[in-house]
């Protein structure tokens, strides 16, 4: 199953074709994609290129590590996750290391390398699920994550199942769903918020 | 200039050439060009399809609007921000809007977007500076940011310039340094922080 978004302004078809699907194929993720993925996120922008980013993972062969990056999702999660052939906890360092004062946006930095990870994971053929659906005291603990990171979301990577493996039917109606958009006029605006962008018309 | 990133392990080249310049020309970005580039960013995924990216936008063509946006940024990113043809700043909705409830990773998921946005603009040849160098409350005094919205970060969005059109010779220099990033054994780990993972050696 393809599930192309349907644009109302062409787009580069890698992020068209981007979801996040629910029934996810037991097949490997080779290592070396898994590597070329991760060297994606590791090529993000980020805040005086603090790069804040941590990925825990864990492959469905170690099964000790997926049962216990598993079990720090929400019960919902863990429901279609479980399928899922690598598992990541994400983490982020919470100051700056030049001068230890708060990043603020430590987890937008997180958010556009996962973006690029899921943009390469769209290029090779395989999907990506991203969760904040994650007991973040748990995580902690399973990934003894260090104090001056914090644990943040969740990634399921892996290529998708066939409706008929999907862990429950709900799964598969879901992935079956169209995907939708606020129209662009309600998230761009000119210099006022809430105002028309004369070029978007 | 092209200053592609040296990844140790190969990714889509439109993510290896995105960095983020001090130097903009004054070329204008086309106006169906920008509807692609928050188009992209429009279909990026976010927790519970909530969307909580927003962005103000002004062009060049409207300097009171440039200008308002532009007073918003530290007085270091005015100085070269301020020869972008498009200036953005972002803002992200803080609570669900099916149940209130707090949205914790709402400028992960404008990170998502925005690295959307980074992406597509990429492809066309574009380029973006993303920053968090932003006066949070002179942007939400300069936006008419509304209660329960935040204002985030800024994005500058032009083609690249050559380096005798930067404003400050330093500019130049900046976007002339090659491109670093930590090893990946530094960022990603197996399930517990710190520990190699296997597949990655």
Known sequence: MTKIANPDHPIEPTLARRWSPYVFSSRPVEPQILRSLFEAARW??????????????????????????????TPKN???AK???VL???AVKTAFTANGKPNRVALHDLGLA??????????????????????????RQAGAIPEGFEPAT??????????DQAAQPAHA?????ERKRKPLSEIVFGP????PASWLE
């Open 88 to 90: 990541v906890i994400t």
């Open 114 to 139: 996962a973006g690029n990870l899921s943009a390469e994971a769209t290029v090779r053929g395989l999907s990506v699920h991203q969760m904040a659906g994650v007991d973040l005291e748990a995580a």
């Open 154 to 163: 969740a990634i399921a990577i892996g290529y998708r199942g066939e409706p």
């Open 192 to 195: 006022e918020f809430g105002r």
């Open 44 to 73: 993000a922008a980020s805040s005086f290129n603090e790069q804040p980013w941590r990925f825990l993972v864990a492959v469905q062969d170690d099964q000790e590590g997926f049962a216990k990056l598993l079990a720090c999702l």
């Open 83 to 85: 399928q899922a052939p």
């Open 173 to 177: 109606d879901r992935d079956a769903q």
């Open 78 to 80: 863990q429901e279609w």
